[in-house]
């Protein structure tokens, strides 16, 4: 089993900045590619970043490419999203996903999912 927990999120003004965390625990080893995902009210789940584990190539969504960095630290099993110049729009519960599949970009390629942790833009 492969357990994830988000942490991180909160409240922020326009043009601030907030780090979010994915810890990974349990039966990890085989997961190659770990992404982060937001979805709004009303709107479709939505791929923001991803990064190979193993090989640390990272992929971004055309939104966010020049705003957020997604990393990883091996040491804790955790990666983290930076997120810079922050938007209203950006506003989402934003999750992390495991799976097998280096920088895969849409939902249905991971399997294993964190609880999700609110980021909430103020203009």
């Known amino acids: 089993q492969v357990h994830l927990v988000e942490s991180g999120g909160g409240l922020v003004q326009a043009g601030g900045s907030l780090r979010l965390s994915c810890a990974g625990s349990?039966?990890?080893?085989?997961?190659?590619?770990v992404g982060w995902f937001r979805q709004a009210p009303g709107k479709e789940r939505e791929f923001v970043a991803a990064?190979?584990?193993?090989?640390?190539?990272?992929n971004y969504a055309d939104s966010v490419k020049d705003r957020f960095t997604i990393s990883r630290d091996f040491s804790k099993n955790t990666v983290y999203l930076q997120m810079n110049s922050l938007k209203p729009e950006d506003t989402a519960v934003y999750y992390c996903?495991?799976?097998?599949?280096?920088?895969?970009?849409?939902?249905?390629?991971?399997?294993?999912w964190g609880q999700g942790t609110q980021v909430t833009v103020s203009s």
């Open positions: 996903a495991a799976g097998v599949i280096p920088l895969a970009t849409t939902p249905r390629e991971y399997a294993h």
């Open positions: 349990g039966r990890t080893s085989g997961m190659h590619a």
């Open positions: 990064i190979s584990w193993y090989g640390g190539n990272r």
